[in-house]
């Protein structure tokens, strides 16, 4: 699979590939789950975004991986855990096979992530969210820290530009057509990590960045709640109303 470059930013996600037996997010979310706020800014515990190696590899799948460990951990513990750089790639060439330029599946790093570790830090699950439901991203970012987001970007959105990182990224007046199109070749993977009525903050090439919701449900290709340690402090459970012994136990069938 092409990985696009841009500049000094790589893409690197994969198409989504479904699979019938990933668990399905709602499939766990109960009656007696609270509602979200109207925002969350998981982001400002956070001081920096390192790159993550994205600006030489594809591994944006990876890359959000550790940016969504700094998350956790920066607002769950006393200070933030940051992976290293050479950890990040040790992680990615698991998928690449120490080819820059592969990219990886985003369920294929999920269930490595699952099952062995990024340096040593593995998640307790992962479920798949609806296509477009906004109100399940805001589930996962509220109640689990993060949503691990897979986009299909138009064009326009992989320019080189001198301000690239500034501009937010919105659907243009025109719609989703010719430039705006979704591209499956510029696939790339971010980690939300805070929302408010208007917008996603997710975190790309070492930098936090909004994206509208509009942005999200038109470009949004596959989108995973993902439960860790790091973040569900504690007990290390889930909150009431999402039954998380259900989807463990569905886990380990896979």
């Not at 969504?68 to 933030?80: L, R, V």
């Not at 790309?204 to 909004?210: D, V």
Request: aromatic fraction near 12%.
């Amino acid at each position: 699979m092409p990985t696009a470059t841009m500049s000094r930013y790589k893409l690197g996600k994969h198409p989504a590939r479904f699979e019938k037996n990933i668990p399905q997010f709602g499939k766990y979310l109960t009656s007696q789950l609270p509602a979200p706020p109207d925002q969350i800014a998981w982001q400002n515990k956070v001081t920096t975004w390192p790159m993550m190696g994205n600006d030489t590899l594809g591994d944006c799948t990876c890359a959000a991986a550790g940016h969504m460990i700094e998350s956790w951990t920066a607002n769950a513990q006393a200070s933030s855990v940051i992976i290293p750089d050479a950890q990040i790639e040790a992680f990615y060439n698991h998928f690449s096979h120490g080819n820059a330029d592969a990219g990886a599946n985003m369920i294929d790093v999920l269930k490595y992530w699952h099952t062995h570790g990024l340096d040593k830090d593995k998640i307790s699950a992962f479920a798949q969210l609806e296509p477009q439901n906004q109100n399940q991203a805001m589930d996962s970012v509220y109640f689990f820290g993060a949503c691990y987001i897979g986009l299909a970007l138009p064009n326009f959105a992989v320019a080189p530009n001198t301000d690239f990182l500034a501009t937010p990224w919105v659907v243009p007046p025109q719609g989703a057509t010719g430039d705006a199109a979704p591209n499956q070749n510029n696939g790339h993977c971010v980690p939300a990590v805070g929302y408010d009525q208007r917008n996603l903050y997710v975190v790309t090439w070492g930098a936090l960045k909004s994206m509208s919701w509009q942005f999200y449900t038109t470009y949004m290709e596959e989108a995973f709640a993902v439960l860790s340690p790091d973040f569900l402090t504690g007990q290390k459970s889930a909150p009431n109303g999402f039954d998380l012994a259900a989807l463990q136990a569905d886990l380990q069938a896979l």
